[in-house]
């Protein structure tokens, strides 16, 4: 059975949180993050009126999770001072093989969403890659038997709501971390992509492969969301979600907030048989980044470092 966790509610509840993060010595590694990518309606533009008002109450730009994220971004700057950032999101997987863009000076945004408004399409972050990092990379993954490359500018990995295919970091990527950074970032940015068997043990492994950068200076974080259902609306808002998505959010958080690995590892599995596992994934693509970052950081502690309903984010490896 796991244990209730300390779980920052509120902004003085998670700045103390984030304030209260271990700094790293040198050859120290940096925690690896999950964290709620959110939605396109993080930049929703001021001079539109959203059809859903409560869900825009809470995952608009100044909902918990907005301004979570801008209190997120720059804590980790100072302090970590990353060299690089590998992300890996909700919004791209792959079968069999781990792709990881390497995109140059420029790395070009996938708009995929879809039936926004246009503002929403002329949005601007602005990153470059980092070639060495890719190529590590993929050599890391082949290293612990698994299939791995580098995608290039040239190659579409996806729909993008301007309509073409295209290339790029996906919206859970750019949106948060224009938050959490500002529209122009000068640290590489490499994004990874998850397995798609949806497997919590291979989406372990997948994040365990790459433990070895943390202590190199690269930070690693695994966006998704806990709660993502299309089918009930009233989920993603805690004053108006049913019992059932407040108890699964409460075991994800007392599961990856457990102190002792290998209790961790055991709870955090056990999730997917809970009774609200799957009204609040009816697919888990959102849910599955946290192993993820759980199985970079499968060493050490963890930690809560925001308690955000449906949208948490933990400290893995302290």
């Not at 009126?49 to 994220?69: E, H, T, V, W």
């Not at 997948?206 to 200076?217: C, P, T």
């Not at 806990?226 to 407040?246: C, G, L, M, Q, V």
């Not at 993820?292 to 893995?316: D, K, L, M, Q, Y």
Request: proline share 8%; glycine share 10%; with cysteine.
């Amino acid at each position: 059975m796991t244990t209730a966790v300390q779980s920052p509610q509120t902004p003085e509840q998670w700045r103390q949180a984030l304030a209260a993060l271990p700094s790293v010595p040198a050859g120290g590694k940096i925690p690896a993050f999950y964290f709620g990518h959110g939605q396109p309606m993080l930049i929703w533009p001021d001079n539109i009126q959203p059809s859903n008002r409560d869900l825009f109450s809470s995952a608009g730009p100044k909902g918990p999770l907005g301004n979570f994220l801008r209190d997120f971004g720059p804590a980790l700057l100072d302090k970590y001072k990353p060299k690089g950032v590998v992300v890996f999101s909700a919004h791209w997987e792959t079968s069999g093989e781990r792709q990881v863009t390497d995109y140059g000076d420029n790395n070009p945004l996938l708009m995929d969403y879809f039936g926004f408004p246009p503002e929403l399409y002329q949005v601007q972050f602005e990153s470059r890659g980092d070639a060495t990092l890719s190529q590590k990379i993929v050599n890391m993954f082949k290293k612990h038997n698994m299939l791995a490359r580098t995608v290039k500018q040239h190659e579409p990995r996806g729909s993008d709501g301007r309509g073409f295919s295209g290339p790029g970091l996906d919206h859970g990527v750019f949106v948060p971390f224009k938050l959490m950074f500002g529209d122009s970032f000068d640290i590489p940015v490499v994004q990874v992509s998850i397995d798609e068997s949806m497997s919590p043990e291979k989406n372990w492994e997948v994040g365990k492969a790459l433990d070895e950068l943390r202590s190199e200076g690269i930070l690693i974080l695994s966006g998704g969301l806990t709660i993502h259902t299309f089918r009930d609306f009233s989920a993603f808002t805690e004053s108006t979600a049913k019992p059932i998505y407040k108890e699964w959010h409460k075991a994800v958080v007392n599961a990856a907030g457990t102190v002792n690995p290998e209790a961790r590892r055991k709870a955090m599995m056990e999730l997917v048989s809970h009774p609200g596992f799957r009204p609040a994934n009816p697919r888990e693509e959102h849910f599955i980044p946290i192993y993820v970052a759980a199985g970079c950081g499968e060493e050490g502690e963890a930690r809560v470092v925001s308690g955000i309903h449906g949208a948490p984010t933990i400290a893995f490896g302290l």
